[in-house]
């Protein structure tokens, strides 16, 4: 049975997400568990693993810092530097370049030096096309570079610390073990990375790709990351992380928001800035669970307490799950497909279940061309009796 959470406006499709008695999902839950956490003790450790790390001579890197050149890379370098880190910034190219994503990663050279993948752009693509056909998702070579390309890094450098982001399974909910966990390994990555049952290998004989072409995806072996002592952890971990907080701070120090309005697909302007067919991505979750980019950010809002549940549903109504036309624009331009293929290709991952269609199956939209949810009842009544 469909059903929102009763205290964000969370769908119980989302993968992985738990509700309990009272209608209330996991992530709630685990933002409630944020406030309850002793921050200044969380400080300190993070400040017992910069003094473990630091090279006291200062002629080495201490750690190395996965940047995207977004909101949450920017935090990331500057909280190293904060704590006396000597941060190797490491970059992966993204699918396609925004002119704001490029003037953030300038921005970002300014904390410390950048190492980017710049990647065979024949092979990539080919993985993007297989990843869209086959599961559904677009990012998918995109995922396996930002996670797999820093470990590389790592190991071939001998930089043992890896300091990431947020932890999503603890911003956006998920099982309770990943929620308090720390650290980001290959299991992680394997269960939460959003691969989606697809691995490297599977691309070998794709459009002629080759296991050569694929060396700068694949994870280090379990020998190499044990020889190098790799430990890769979340900032999230050691301190209360808040988007909204960051990025004014951060625009203190030259990253740029979209000035023009809202990202599409969501009503923020500080996410999602670097990539044009991000909005692809984000398209493809929606019609798989449902739910889509605003829904994400108004179940934030409403855990910090910025809006009520009421604005919530206002602010998911207005911007969840339009049909992202410029960056299908974008990514048919990017890719070469037809329009014809691409439609094809996401009517095969809408979910009928959640989306209504004709007598004889077919997806009904709007004049916009917009899908219609069957379930756009958010009160908190229907979603209790939808319980029973
Ligand atoms: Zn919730």
């Keep these: 049975m469909f059903r929102y959470c009763t205290r964000c406006v969370m769908p119980n499709t989302k993968p992985d997400l738990a509700f309990d008695k009272d209608g209330v999902c996991d992530a709630c ?9 002793d921050w200044k003790a969380r400080e300190e450790e ?9 090279n006291k001579d200062g002629l080495k890197y201490d750690c190395i810092i996965p940047v995207s050149g977004g909101k949450d890379s920017h935090y990331q370098v500057y909280m190293a530097r904060q704590y006396g880190l000597n941060p190797l910034l490491v970059h992966f190219e993204p699918t396609m370049r925004t002119e704001l994503g490029r003037k953030n990663l300038e921005n970002i050279r300014r904390f410390g030096n950048v190492l980017e993948l710049k990647k065979n752009p024949d092979v990539y693509k080919k993985m993007v096309l297989e990843g869209f056909r086959r599961v559904g998702d677009n990012e998918w070579p995109n995922h396996i570079g930002i996670f797999t390309f820093p470990i590389r890094v790592a190991v071939a450098y001998k930089i043992p610390l890896i300091l990431w982001g947020e932890n999503s399974q603890l911003e956006y909910g998920g099982p309770k073990a990943a929620r308090m966990k720390n650290t980001l390994d290959r299991r992680w990555l394997e269960e939460f990375g959003g691969l989606l049952g697809l691995r490297v290998d599977d691309m070998v004989g794709v459009g ?15 020998e190499e990351l044990l020889a190098a002592g790799i430990t890769g952890v979340f900032l999230g971990y050691y301190f209360k992380w808040d988007a909204r907080p960051q990025v004014e701070l951060m625009q203190q120090y030259g990253f740029s928001v979209k000035e023009d309005g809202a990202v599409e697909g969501t009503y923020t302007n500080y996410e999602n800035l670097d990539e044009a067919t991000v909005g692809v991505h984000d398209y493809l979750k929606f019609v798989k669970f449902g739910f889509g980019r605003a829904t994400d950010h108004v179940c934030l809002d409403i855990r910090n307490g910025r809006i009520t549940r009421e604005e919530g549903v206002a602010l998911v109504e207005k911007y969840d799950g339009k049909l992202p036309k410029i960056s299908i624009t974008d990514f048919l331009a990017y890719s070469g497909m037809s329009r014809t293929e691409f439609d094809s290709v996401m009517d095969s991952f809408t979910d009928k279940a959640i989306f209504m269609t004709d007598e004889r199956g077919n997806l009904l939209r709007d004049s916009d061309g917009n899908l219609i949810k069957k379930y756009q009842d958010y009160s908190i009544e229907t979603q209790l009796t939808a319980r029973s």
Excluded: C, M
């Design 29 to 37: 839950h685990s933002a409630g568990l944020k406030n309850a956490i």
């Design 46 to 54: 993070f400040k017992k693993l910069v003094e473990r790390f630091n």
């Design 208 to 222: 002629g790709i080759t296991q050569q072409d694929l060396i700068g995806y694949k994870y280090p072996t379990d």
